[in-house]
């Protein structure tokens, strides 16, 4: 079996076409939905990229080992996916950014990585260029610099140009052949995350007029941790009118789009190459985007909005059930043991993951699990704030990072340590601040009123906290599968 893990970073399942979303043009994950199995209610671990990655990988909660900050990434002593994988004879081709193993874990799962840190000699074959930029249209005076909404990217009106990463995940495709060794084909690349921008014709395909009444309003809502406005504050979007965050959503749906447009030319090539009868193909994200809800941008550590934490899941694998749903809650993580079971490997550690294989094949899911995150950083955790240690670069005015790092260098209680359980009903978030959130998802899909002081909710809110300490008690730690020779002797004699 190969395996296509295609890996958008920040997608929200709610800007996604066949997730619900009544705007965005997406037909390639239509297609996929319709081919493959669509997760209904995949949410992440962590709603940060290195921490959400490293979860992914291991099968293994946060709390786990410690995967809180940007910077600490899988080490050697870890188990991952992709170790089992190399050791199994697959091929771990990887275009796009790491945030998820360190240098020495690289050193042994890339076969390429000397490629990958000078710069590949060869370019891909297929028309690519600058599709993602970096340049800021505001002064920084003006409230709007803060905002993530950059410059489009220039477009020449012929073919779109392709990622490059993703052109070289094509030439990889075309020049595979059959004996060859099994591959993971991961793509990690860097859109639909913040900067919002896009080539023109995506950058522009949506316009902001029709979307002002889709984005949920801060005056809408009540309860929310102070961090909503502190966000607002720092980043000044306060000073803005809905209009501008419609253009936000705007762009970043047309972002979304040509994601797809990805996404379709990666599976043009598996039918080409006749790959989809021996390759799954997996597309889903590490965490999602505000895109103006809340009158908020990006993400924040420890939030725990269903706009953050859920994310899309669709795999197509040879002998699937077309088309089928799986309403039942399922965790990002559970991609490893049901990649692993794919591939007919046998995990050697202990994680808490679960295998999408029978779902894959038309069962329901758990209609009674309850899903997991964790988020924040305490006192103790001091190097994990972003200005600590190696993001005191963003301590520069002018860095379109700067408000997010002054706001936890001056309000750490703002980016605590926080967990999150969630049923299909109902969500309780803790925060060591004290500012919970308590959530009814059936009558409050859009998390806008906190109900966790509502007397009406406190059997619910019990019950939950109750799971919850469950859920820590059972997952506080693993024990190794190997054991140590308790004697002086050696263990033969």
């Not at 005015?397 to 969630?422: D, L």
Request: hydrophobic share 35%.
């Amino acid at each position: 079996m190969n395996f296509v893990f295609f890996f958008p970073d920040e997608m929200s399942a709610s800007s996604v076409s066949c997730y619900g979303n009544p705007t965005v043009k997406m037909p390639n994950y239509d297609r996929l939905a319709e081919e493959g199995v669509r997760f209904e209610n995949c949410l992440v671990q962590n709603p940060v990229c290195s921490p959400s990655r490293c979860s992914l990988m291991t099968g293994l909660y946060v709390h786990n080992m410690g995967h809180r900050s940007l910077w600490h990434l899988l080490r050697t002593h870890e188990p991952s996916l992709f170790r089992y994988l190399k050791n199994a004879g697959y091929d771990i081709q990887w275009f796009g950014k790491n945030d998820l193993y360190s240098q020495e874990y690289l050193d042994e799962i890339c076969g390429d990585i000397e490629e990958k840190r000078n710069g590949y000699r060869t370019r891909p074959s297929r028309k690519h260029g600058h599709v993602h930029g970096w340049t800021n249209p505001y002064q920084l005076e003006d409230p709007k610099y803060y905002s993530f909404l950059f410059s489009p990217v220039e477009d020449d009106g012929e073919e779109a140009a392709l990622d490059e990463e993703i052109a070289r995940a094509i030439d990889y495709l075309n020049n595979w052949k059959e004996g060859d060794k099994p591959f993971m084909l991961f793509l990690p690349i860097i859109m639909p995350h913040a900067p919002y921008d896009a080539l023109e014709r995506f950058h522009n395909m949506y316009d902001p007029a029709l979307l002002k009444d889709h984005l949920v309003q801060p005056e809408e809502t009540s309860g929310k941790p102070s961090y909503v406005e502190l966000i607002r504050k720092y980043r000044r979007l306060d000073q803005l009118e809905p209009e501008f965050m419609a253009k936000v959503y705007a762009t970043y749906l047309g972002m979304n789009s040509y994601v797809d447009f990805l996404l379709g030319e990666l599976m043009n090539t598996l039918d080409e190459k006749r790959l989809f009868k021996n390759t799954t193909l997996i597309a889903s994200s590490d965490h999602g985007d505000w895109y103006g809800n809340y009158g908020l941008v990006e993400k924040w550590p420890n939030a725990m909005d269903d706009m953050l934490l859920r994310v899309p899941l669709l795999i197509k694998t040879p002998g699937n059930k077309a088309g089928h749903v799986v309403g039942e809650q399922v965790e990002l993580f559970d991609i490893m043991p049901t990649v692993l079971e794919l591939a007919g490997i046998k995990a050697g550690h202990t994680h808490f993951a679960q295998s999408l294989v029978p779902q894959l094949g038309g069962e329901a899911g758990d209609l009674e699990r309850y899903v997991f995150a964790e988020g924040g950083y305490d006192n103790q955790d001091e190097r994990c704030f972003e200005y600590q240690p190696r993001g005191n670069g963003l301590l520069n005015e002018k860095n379109i990072y700067y408000p997010k790092v002054m706001q936890q260098k001056e309000y750490p209680q703002s980016v605590c340590r926080t967990t999150m359980i969630r049923s299909l009903t109902n969500k309780l978030v803790l925060r060591t601040s004290g500012e919970n959130e308590l959530y009814d998802l059936v009558k409050d899909m859009k998390e806008c009123n906190n109900v966790y002081h509502d007397k009406g909710y406190s059997e619910v809110r019990a019950a939950l906290e109750a799971q919850m300490l469950r859920w820590y008690i059972r997952t506080a730690d693993t024990v190794p599968l190997n054991d140590d020779y308790r004697s002086f002797s050696t263990r033969g004699m």
